[in-house]
C-alpha cells in the first residue's frame, strides 16, 4: 500500500505588501508557525518560523542575506544563520529548520501545507 499525501495551499499574504529582503510569519492549520521570505531578487522561500536554538517564533524577524551565494536569514536570537533553500544552519551542521514549499497564485503568496 502506497500513502499519498496531498499538499494543501495556505494563503499568506498578498506579495506586494512582503518587500525584498523581509519575511512575514504565519500560522498554518496545525498550529504550527512558517516563515515566507522574499529575496532581493524576488524569489520565495519558506521555513519553519521557529528558531531551534531558542524556540522562540523569530526566524521571520531575521536579517535576509546570502552567504557564498547562498540566501540566508539570520536568527534575531542567536545569530545563527539558516540557508533558505535547504533549511540547514550554515553555523551548526546538526541543526536545522523544515522548508516548505511556496508559490504565487494570483498576486497571493501561498505556502503548501502537508
Known amino acids: 500500500m ?11 499574504c498578498p ?3 512582503l518587500p525584498s529582503e523581509h519575511g512575514v510569519a ?6 504550527s508557525q512558517v516563515a515566507v521570505f522574499r529575496t532581493h ?3 520565495l522561500f519558506a521555513l519553519d518560523n ?3 536554538r531558542s524556540g522562540a517564533g523569530v526566524l521571520a524577524r531575521g536579517i535576509v542575506g546570502d ?3 547562498d540566501p540566508v536569514v539570520s536568527s534575531p536570537m542567536h545569530k545563527q544563520v539558516y540557508c533558505l533553500a535547504t533549511g540547514r544552519c550554515l553555523d551548526d ?5 523544515r522548508t516548505h514549499p511556496v508559490r504565487v497564485v494570483a498576486g497571493t503568496i501561498q505556502v503548501g501545507c502537508p
Do not use: K
Open 2 to 12: 502506497t500513502a499519498i499525501l496531498e499538499t494543501t495551499w495556505l494563503s499568506v
Open 41 to 43: 531578487d524576488d524569489r
Open 26 to 31: 504565519a500560522l498554518l492549520p496545525d498550529g
Open 67 to 69: 552567504r557564498a551565494g
Open 50 to 52: 521557529v528558531d531551534p
Open 93 to 97: 551542521p546538526v541543526v536545522s529548520v
Open 15 to 17: 506579495l506586494d505588501v
